[in-house]
């Protein structure tokens, strides 16, 4: 099965680096996308992480084969959700973090290498109280590379 993805990158529901920036708390060398494709509020969202050799990861995962770590994956995955979530509500974030209670359904299918764009794919399953339900694909060159059904809590800092 292969995927597609929006086109354009100056479409009404696109931002970059700037703006994800502003709504993830993540930062160097965390922070695992690069820019928003497309989005539609409670329903879905499209970004990608461009992977280079240049990732502090690939000097030891795994020498002479670097092999991006299926958790950081993972990671992206759960990070294009919150952007999700975040950008689907009118809750102010500065005083709250999103983190993730659960993964569940967690498959990996192809291995993600240095030069790949990893196409990330969210989409809403549901939304009760605190918590959020999404489902999570991961493709590189429009191959399932990884999904996950991912659960999330929106969480007072001062709580923690």
Known sequence: MTQSTPNSTNSPNSFDIR?????????????????????????SIVAYKNVTLNEPFFQGHFPGMPVMPGVLILEAMAQTGGILVIKSTDTTIEDKLFLFTGMEKVRFRKPVYPGDRLELHCSLIRHKLKLWKMEGKAYVDGKLAAEAEMTAAIMNKEEM
């Open 19 to 43: 703006k994800i920036l502003g709504l993830l708390p993540h930062r160097y060398p965390f922070l695992l996308v690069d820019r928003v494709l497309d989005f539609t509020p409670n329903q």
